[in-house]
Structure formats: structure tokens, C-alpha cells
């Protein structure tokens, strides 16, 4: 709860409308006073920001809010571009979901949840609720990942 509570929450819809407009079927925001389209000033590690009122607010969260109202905890760009901003491409998820859609395996040469036993068999398993669940060994990381992927969508859990 604590993180939640240092997320600086974004101005009125208002005061973003007064600032800029946004597209969301281009992803892109037209500033009011100079009528530029861009899709907002490089933030780190991929993602882009607006200034409302001499403060940076993340483009994705700006527009999430411009449509649907609300602000919610985490975004999640479905595609994986942090630079995609439309809103087909935007979506409000839990911590848990919010993982899912991202590949942290460490050995970036396997797919997500595909991992090399030391018996030269590739291991497929994916992590609930905390809890990881051993779906096979394969002889292949293809097989292992077709079986990572199957499990994943029989949970309801897509890419």
C-alpha cells in the first residue's frame, strides 16, 4: 500500500484537457499551445511523459485517464512497446496479471517460462499467486514453451 500511496495522482481531466489533446486511435497527444503532435518527451526506460502544470506525468496513465476516467494502479501496454499509447493497447491490470505480460527470464535465449534443467531437458512452469507450478520437461524448448503457452491460455492468462 505504501507504493500506491507515493504514485503522485495526475491532475483533473480538466486541467489535462487545457494542456493537451489526445488521440487515442494514433496513441499520439497535440499540445494546445503550439498545436505539435508528438507522443510526449522520452521518459527512462522506454515509457514517455506529458508536463501538466510544470510536472511529468507518464503519456500511458495521462491517457487512460483522458478516456476512461479513472486511474488505475497499473497500466499495462499490452504489446510490450512502452511507446505504443494507444488506447486499444492500454489496460488496467493487477501486479499479478502485470507480470505475466513481460518475459524476465534471465537466460533471454528461452521463452518466457521455459527454463534448461541440468538433465539437458527443458522444464515449462509458470507462477500463480506466488506459487509456481511445474507443468513438464520437454526435449525441447519449443515443446516446453508450446506447454507453457497452452497451460498459461487454459488459465485465462494471454500474451
Do not use: W
Amino acid at each position: 500500500m505504501a507504493e500506491k500511496e507515493r504514485r503522485k495522482l495526475l491532475p483533473s481531466k480538466e486541467d489535462i484537457l487545457s494542456v493537451v489533446a489526445y488521440n487515442p486511435e494514433t496513441g499520439l497527444f497535440t499540445a494546445n499551445k503550439n498545436n505539435i503532435t508528438s507522443k510526449g518527451s522520452k521518459a527512462s526506460k522506454g515509457y514517455y511523459y506529458i508536463k501538466v502544470n510544470g510536472v511529468k506525468y507518464y503519456a500511458h496513465r495521462i491517457a487512460f485517464k483522458l478516456v476512461y476516467g479513472h486511474e488505475p494502479f497499473l497500466i499495462d501496454h499490452i504489446n510490450r512497446d512502452k511507446s505504443d499509447n494507444r488506447i486499444c493497447n492500454l489496460r488496467s491490470v493487477s501486479r499479478s496479471d502485470n507480470g505475466h505480460n513481460r518475459n524476465n527470464n534471465k537466460n533471454r535465449d528461452l521463452p518466457k517460462g521455459v527454463r534448461l534443467r541440468n538433465t539437458n531437458k527443458y522444464e515449462a512452469r509458470i507462477t500463480i499467486n506466488n506459487k509456481t507450478i511445474q507443468i513438464g520437461c520437454f526435449n525441447s524448448s519449443e515443446e516446453a514453451a508450446k506447454n507453457y503457452q497452452l497451460y498459461k491460455h487454459k488459465l485465462g492468462k494471454t500474451l
